[in-house]
């Protein structure tokens, strides 16, 4: 046996340690004496290692002492010449410094070099093997095509081509990740090999940190027994995984079977496989099923069983995927989803489908469906649509368990617009499936033209004649409403259309408008009842619930005498029914500019329409009505009071902007026949005046003096983080522009009043105005939006059946309340209780925002899908948040109606609350619920727990739906692989019908 010792640096390199992969290899060997092409250059590096590559070929004969006949290859190739053996002391020494020589053996073409390195190296002739010792501070190492193995003993054994590994073996592949072992042998020739005792780490779609014996182990599978497996990074891990057979496919599957999973040292789940990807992008594959009951231990007879999401996912393209899944509910139903999504960026589309069929337990067939798509298909054109329906409304909120979806409508809507050179057109409809009463209603088409200004003459202002700058405008509209319902014996279905167009001319001060107007309403199917016939009033129904003068049933009939006749003797028991009315007007205008921003502008208007209505035999067809003028004038104006500042605000300023608009229409003459149509209304004259009001507290926060501005902070920028102090070019300071907030805002709907109604001698007679709005608003107090309507008279029938009187009594009909904040909102940092810290911009969510939050644990228990999102779109539900951290959104809705004497009031009066809360760094909640304050009770309830496990996280849901179906839900997911969870449910659907037990306790 030959024996060397070689230094660190310096690696054992031979000829016969070069796997040949050419003509000139071990296997074939070039005969003695030989000639090597001419190209070859006779004293080149290359020519020595080919002839020793050539020698070593040859097969031993029965002496080893014939080697000594050939020149010792690594004396030649590495030996100075004056003959010493070692290492040079100085690069460039002797006849090639070993670096260079490396080089050249590296790049041999057809060749791949195998490099042996070790503090000692022993290699046996007879045997064929070599062993590579390393010791405390540097390990053996040997680096071949397949990878890098290092350890403290390794032997090559060259007949088989196997590495054996001994001492805490390393073994770095050439693609992945490294291993280390107890023990570990590679088979160069196979490419394969086995550990004992191995720890790897895959970092492929997560990072997972295995621990197994591998009996077999290639550069791309891996086969282990008695696996521990785990994806937190802690040396102590909080959770893992273990497994009694486990394959690894890289870049591909981690299949373990069975598996437990341990909390710490406690189990707490067993699986009978686990199957989870290890690629980095997305892939079909098994979607990872669900399975809940209604009760581990069974405490009632409403023990139910579910099996979820068995289905597949196909990964169509970078751009588009799809999956299918089948739902079981034990007594219940069996549902089928699909969705497919799709997100092309370079056309400028993205867009999604979801669509569950449901198949009863007790018989039929229920669909739902939810699609969105966007489209801009070019810089003037967009498309997008938003749809969503169930073919049954009370399926919806029977087996729903989510709280905000029994309580909205199903809403759906799309639009096309496009922007001409000369205009826009948007062509758009919209569809609102109501669950409370199957309501449906529904607005297509909805087509609007505005075509652009165009300016006629154009000049410079200082340069303008009266007939230069003239603009013109113009468009219109269309639209066809109705409005169907399941119960059609007792409401008839309702359809409207209307349409409009409008023009306009501008010269200076004077303008010019004009408008056609058109709408008709249609009743199908209306039906006499037990209400006896039709009344025939002389005034409209103002809030357009019937059609023309048809307002109630009562004891007068139709005006045509067939009808009637047909109606009261029972030929017919439903009538469709429709009035049209078309309009026009025209105006003419000029403003006056007064003091400041106040403008005074008189005008004067002729307006006229026609009328067609079934119920009236002398209005079958358009009865002209007369024409009227107008004489009208309005003025606006800003008011302003300033008033002492207080705290950060220098000063308050109270802007208050009134309007007043005044019109009066002198008597007109109709004819017989137009004041039988039009009743005798269309007679009296018109003087109407009408005031709205707006109202704002703005506060200008305080301005610092020229010497703070001067100074600045110390980074040399100002306070408010931008540039530093202004300076004019003659260098003097440039005051900086003051910040205002607007503290308070108020704004009321107009009032109007007719100095003709007054002529009954009754100031109160005069109003016309029914009701009034207001709506109070504040960017200082962000979140914070209230809304009132009054019902400002009381009308009631005078005693006996005399005439109806007006009394001055406002009746709060409305009232919306909501307000938003948290431990940042300014309020709570002046009492301390918030955080200080805090910045001072927008730190309140919008209800909407909350709310959206909230449906996330409650999403997949909807009946109507959920938007499925963009392409690739995960995420936990859990977000990162401050300890102590909290928001609260408040709101309030109160609806009534005034009670009279022939009728009790009704009130309906609903509190919600939406809170969230981290008490601890892993620990958040959230709760939401709407209480009624009529019926004492919950409507509904999601209330959410969630624990972060360091890679894991636990979610403890409790939802209650305001038809009274309930459930809890206690899930824990792998945030590494959002597909891995484990679920527990019970819930409390029996099949009975709970739409109506609204306010359940």
């Known amino acids: ?181 107890q023990g570990l042998t590679w088979n160069t020739t196979a490419d394969r090999g086995s550990a004992r005792q191995a720890e790897t780490q895959y970092t492929q779609g997560g990072n997972w ?42 870049g ?212 303008a004649g009266i007939l230069n700058n003239i603009t013109l405008s113009g468009g219109g509209t269309f639209r066809r409403s109705s409005t169907t319902r399941a119960d059609f014996d007792t409401q008839p279905d309702r359809a409207n259309t209307d349409g409009s167009l409008r023009a306009g001319l501008t010269l200076g001060r004077v303008s010019v408008s004009s408008g056609l107007q058109y709408r008709e309403n249609a009743l199908t199917g209306f039906s006499l009842g037990d209400g006896g016939p039709l009344l025939k009033t002389d005034s409209i129904d103002a809030r357009g619930d019937l059609p023309g003068e048809i307002a109630t049933r009562g004891a007068q009939v139709f005006d045509d005498p067939d009808m009637r006749a047909m109606l009261l003797e029972g030929y017919v028991d439903r009538a469709d029914i429709a009035d049209a009315r078309l309009s026009w007007n025209a105006s003419l205008n000029y403003q006056q500019n007064l003091i400041g921003s106040t403008t005074f502008t008189p005008s004067i208007s002729w307006d006229s329409e026609f009328l067609r209505a079934d119920t009236l035999s002398y209005a079958q067809d358009f009865v002209a009505g007369p024409t009227r003028v107008s004489f009208g004038a309005s003025l606006r104006s800003d008011l302003y009071g300033f008033f002492p ?134 960017d200082y107090i962000r979140g914070l939006t209230v809304s009132m309507r009054h019902d400002l008279f009381d009308e009631s029938a005078g005693t006996g059946g005399g005439p109806v009187s007006k009394n001055f009594s406002p009746y709060l009909e409305s009232m919306n309340f909501s307000y938003a904040f948290s431990n940042t909102s300014t309020i709570f940092r002046w009492l301390g209780f918030g955080n200080s810290a805090a910045s001072s911009g927008p730190d309140e969510r919008s209800a909407e925002e909350f709310e959206a939050e909230l449906r996330a644990p409650a999403s997949q228990e909807s009946i109507v899908p959920d938007d499925p999102g963009d392409v690739g779109d995960t995420g936990a539900r859990g977000r990162q948040a401050d300890v102590g951290a909290w928001d609260l959104t408040l709101g309030y809705s109160l609806i009534r109606s005034r009670p009279t004497a022939t009728r009790e009031g009704n009130a309906s009066q609903n509190l919600s609350v939406s809170m969230r809360l981290t008490p601890t760094e892993d620990w958040q909640m959230a709760w939401r619920t709407s209480y009624d304050l009529e019926n004492g009770g919950f409507n509904d309830h999601i209330i959410s727990l969630t624990r972060d496990l360091h890679r894991w996280e636990a979610n403890f849901d409790f939802l209650q739906t305001a038809s009274g179906n309930w459930t809890f839900r206690f899930e824990v997911r792998l945030l590494d692989q959002q597909d891995l969870k484990f679920d527990y449910s019970q819930n409390s659907i029996d099949g009975i019908d709970r739409s109506r037990s609204v306010g359940a306790r």
């Open 1 to 181: 046996m030959i024996g060397a010792r070689f230094g660190v640096v310096q690696a054992l390199v031979a000829a016969g340690l070069l796997a040949a992969a050419g003509p000139l290899s071990a296997q074939d060997p070039v005969p003695a004496g030989a000639q090597l092409p001419d190209t070859v250059e006779v004293d080149s590096t290359a020519l020595r290692i080919q002839q020793r590559l050539q020698l070593l070929g040859r097969a031993p004969g029965s002496d080893s002492a014939r080697a000594e006949a050939y020149a010792d290859s690594l004396r030649t190739l590495s030996a100075p010449a004056n003959g010493f053996r070692g290492r040079p002391t100085q690069p460039g020494v002797g006849s090639e410094a070993p670096t260079d020589i490396y080089a050249r053996l590296r790049g041999l073409e057809g060749y791949t070099a195998t490099e042996y390195a070790g503090t000692t190296a022993a290699y046996d002739a007879d045997d064929g093997q070599l062993v590579l010792q390393g010791d405390s501070l540097v390990q053996a190492a040997v680096t071949f095509a397949q990878g890098e193995l290092r350890a403290r003993s390794i032997r090559y054994i060259e007949a088989t081509g196997d590495l054996d590994a001994e001492g805490t073996p390393i073994f770095v592949p050439l693609d992945g990740d490294e291993i280390n072992a």
């Open 209 to 250: 940190y295995i621990t197994s014996d591998f009996p077999e182990l290639t550069s791309s599978r891996a086969f282990g027994h008695d696996a521990w497996f785990t994806t937190c990074d802690h040396e102590v891990p909080h959770y893992h995984f273990r497994a009694g057979q486990l394959k690894i496919v890289r």
């Open 252 to 463: 591909s599957i981690l299949v373990a079977r069975p598996v437990k999973l341990y909390f710490g040292d406690v189990p707490v789940a067993w699986l009978p496989f686990i199957a989870t990807g290890l690629n980095s992008g997305r892939q079909s594959g098994i979607l990872t099923p669900r399975f809940s009951v209604n009760d581990i231990v069974r405490t009632s007879g409403g023990y139910q069983r579910r099996v979820s999401n068995l289905g597949f996912y196909w990964a169509m393209s970078d751009y588009s995927d799809a999956s299918i899944a089948l739902d079981w509910f034990d007594n219940n139903y069996t549902a089928l989803a699909g969705t497919a999504r799709y997100n092309w960026a370079r056309k400028f589309m993205r867009g999604s489908l979801s669509y569950r069929q449901y198949w009863r337990a007790t018989g039929g067939v229920e669909r739902t469906l939810n699609t969105s798509h966007q489209w801009q298909m070019s810089e003037r054109t967009n498309l997008n649509v938003q749809g969503a329906y169930a073919s049954s409304s009370s399926f919806v909120t029977q087996n729903s368990f989510d709280p905000v979806e029994v309580t909205r409508s199903i809403d759906s809507q799309g639009g096309l617009q496009h922007r001409f050179d000369w205009g826009n057109l948007s062509l758009s409809g919209n569809r609102r499936q109501f669950l409370s009463d199957d309501r449906v209603e529904q607005t297509f088409p909805s087509v609007n033209l505005s075509l652009s200004t165009i300016t006629l003459f154009p000049a410079p202002q200082n340069r």
């Open 645 to 778: 500042g207080f705290g950060k605000w220098e000063g308050i300023r109270h802007k208050v902007s009134p309007a007043f608009t005044y019109s009066y229409s002198p008597k007109v003459e109709p004819t017989a026949l137009q004041e039988a149509v039009f009743g005798s209304s269309v007679v009296f004259p018109r003087n109407t005046l009408s005031m709205t009001l707006n109202q704002t507290f703005e506060g200008r926060v305080r301005s610092r003096t020229p010497e703070e501005a001067e100074a600045g902070d110390s980074t040399g920028l100002s306070l408010a983080g931008g540039a530093g102090p202004q300076r004019t070019e003659d260098g003097f300071l440039i005051p900086e522009q003051a910040e205002t907030e607007l503290l308070l805002g108020l704004q009321t709907s107009a009032l109007a009043y007719d100095f003709v109604a007054d002529s009954t001698g009754r100031f109160v007679d005069g109003f016309t105005t029914a009701s009034l709005s207001n709506t109070i608003r504040s």
